[in-house]
C-alpha cells in the first residue's frame, strides 16, 4: 500500500481546476508583509496535489499552526478520493484570512495522524509605507 504524500503544497494568488482536472496555480509565495498585525489577506487559495493508492479514500486534517500559542485555529477534515493514476488535487479558497501574529507559520495535511505535508509560509511586520507617487527616472 503506498503512503500518501503531497507532490505540490503552496499558498497562491489564484487556482483553479479545470473540468479535465487540469490545475493551474497562478503567483506562489510563502511571504507576507504587513504594517500592521493583526491583520486579514484579502484572498489567496491554499493547493496540494496528494499522490497515494490509486483509487483509494483519505481521511484528511488539515491545520494552522501560528507562533502564537493561543492563535491556532480550529482543523478541518475532508475525505478525499485520488484518481485512477493516485493523485487528487486539493484547492481552498481563503477568503480574508487572518494573521495574527509575526512569525512563521504552518499548514500541515495529516491522515491518521501521520503528516502527509507541511508548508511553512513567514509574517513580517513592515514599517515601509507607500505614499502613491509614481517613481521618476532619475535626470541625465
Known amino acids: 500500500m503506498a503512503n500518501l504524500t503531497t507532490e505540490l503544497f503552496v499558498l497562491c494568488d489564484y487556482a483553479s481546476i479545470s473540468q479535465e482536472q487540469k490545475l493551474s496555480v497562478i503567483g506562489i509565495f510563502d511571504?507576507?508583509?504587513?504594517?500592521n498585525i493583526p491583520t486579514t489577506w484579502p484572498r489567496m487559495f491554499l493547493v496540494a496535489v496528494l499522490k497515494g493508492e490509486p483509487g483509494k479514500q483519505y481521511p484528511l486534517t488539515l491545520k494552522l499552526?501560528?507562533?502564537a500559542p493561543d492563535q491556532n485555529f480550529p482543523e478541518k477534515t475532508v475525505e478525499v478520493s485520488l484518481g485512477n493514476n493516485g493523485k487528487a488535487n486539493l484547492l481552498?479558497?481563503?477568503?480574508?484570512f487572518p494573521l495574527n501574529a509575526p512569525?512563521?507559520?504552518?499548514?500541515?495535511?495529516?491522515?491518521?495522524?501521520?503528516?502527509?505535508?507541511?508548508?511553512?509560509?513567514n509574517v513580517t511586520k513592515t514599517t515601509a509605507s507607500y505614499d502613491g507617487q509614481i517613481a521618476k527616472k532619475p535626470a541625465n
Do not use: D, M, Y
Open 31 to 35: 511571504q507576507f508583509f504587513a504594517a
Open 92 to 96: 481552498t479558497e481563503l477568503v480574508n
Open 103 to 121: 512569525g512563521v507559520h504552518k499548514f500541515e495535511i495529516t491522515t491518521s495522524n501521520e503528516v502527509v505535508g507541511r508548508l511553512e509560509f
Open 65 to 67: 499552526v501560528s507562533p
